[in-house]
């Protein structure tokens, strides 16, 4: 299947568990809809797990899972609570952000680099991003263009998703920087 399909499809299924969540498990506290994502996710997953024959761990492997768990779980606990207590228009969009900074924390841990065009697509995800939090207005001001930074003062489900976005940036480099000891396809059900 081609990438995009699969991108597609993912973002997809994504939106539809946010908005299923924010509609169905409404009384539902941040901490139970992280154990029902993660922990539905987490059976589903464990027969597949338990099939791998995997390779020895170094002690670099766990030192980063231990970096991960905790970030992972605090940015669910934040993005569920983001999504259940605000308006997903405006609180989604910011994981955009997410992207321009993996450049930043991909260059620091992994010394990688993206390519200007790879650097143009982000920054356009963002830029669309940015719009969809403008201000209905007749006319562009300077008003209008920081419309979106007001909403991260004025809205604290846009701050929860900032900091989200911050956090997925950091173990997303870091669950990179533990593949090199485990393949892909088992780090993914890992």
Known sequence: MHWLTLSLICAFCLASS????????????????VVVRLGLSGLLLTPWVLTF????LPPPFWAWI??????????????MRAIRDYPLALTVPYLAFTPVL????????????VSG???????????GSWLLNFEHSEH?????????????VVNPGSRLMLVTAVIYAITSVAGKAAMQWMPAEQFGGF
């Open 102 to 113: 993996v450049v930043l924390t991909g260059w620091l841990v992994l010394d990688e680099t």
């Open 66 to 79: 231990a970096l991960l768990v905790p970030l992972e779980i605090a940015a669910m606990l934040m993005y």
């Open 53 to 56: 024959d995997l390779p020895p």
């Open 140 to 152: 562009l001001s300077p008003g209008t263009l920081i419309a979106p930074l007001k909403a991260i």
């Open 18 to 33: 946010d908005a299923a969540a924010k509609r169905w498990l409404q009384s539902a506290g941040a901490r139970e809809l």
């Open 117 to 127: 065009p790879g650097l143009l697509g982000i920054l356009m995800v963002v830029a």
